[in-house]
């Protein structure tokens, strides 16, 4: 066996195979952090999508519990009737008494009531009631709901 031959064997890697690993090992580990982020960013959305169909629901049922029809109020504090609450846009989130709901300030909530047929039941008798609740992480949830007028 010669000199020559028994230094190759023990010379280690070339300086091809150790860039070649190093280029493996980054586009592995740069996969893996793109999966990871991709996870973390997203795991709040659940939250926010509960607390958005939670919202829609208070708000939902806040005005299904008002008259069908009085008269026109100004501010919600006063609000007294389905109607009142056409066009309402708060941003955050807000109780039936219009104070702030404290950690929902992100979520934008928009209401329209309109004049819907239902069931043969006549548009002036029938309104139909969309709530949007919306927030920069999820897509809006939307809400409908109907409130007819009875004796």
């Known amino acids: 066996m010669s000199l020559k031959s028994a230094t190759r064997r023990h010379a280690g890697f070339t300086l091809i195979e150790v860039i070649t690993t190093i280029v493996v ?4 580990a740069a996969a893996l952090l793109g999966v990871f982020t991709g996870a973390i960013r997203g795991s709040a959305d659940p939250m926010i999508q509960q607390q958005a169909v939670s919202i829609a629901e208070a708000y939902m049922e806040e005005i299904l519990l008002k008259d069908f029809a009085v008269g026109p109020e100004t501010t919600r504090a006063t609000f007294d009737d389905v109607r009142d609450y056409n066009g309402l846009t708060d941003v955050g989130a807000r109780d039936q008494s219009d104070n702030a709901i404290a950690g929902l300030g992100a979520y934008t909530i928009t209401v329209t009531v309109n004049g819907d047929l239902l069931n043969g039941i006549d548009p002036i008798d029938s309104l139909r009631i969309d709530i949007s609740v919306s927030h920069a992480a999820i897509d809006p949830i ?3 709901g109907y409130r007819t007028r009875y004796p």
Request: charge should be neutral; charged fraction near 0%; avoid cysteine.
């Open 25 to 28: 090992v980054a586009i592995a």
């Open 142 to 144: 939307v809400l409908s």
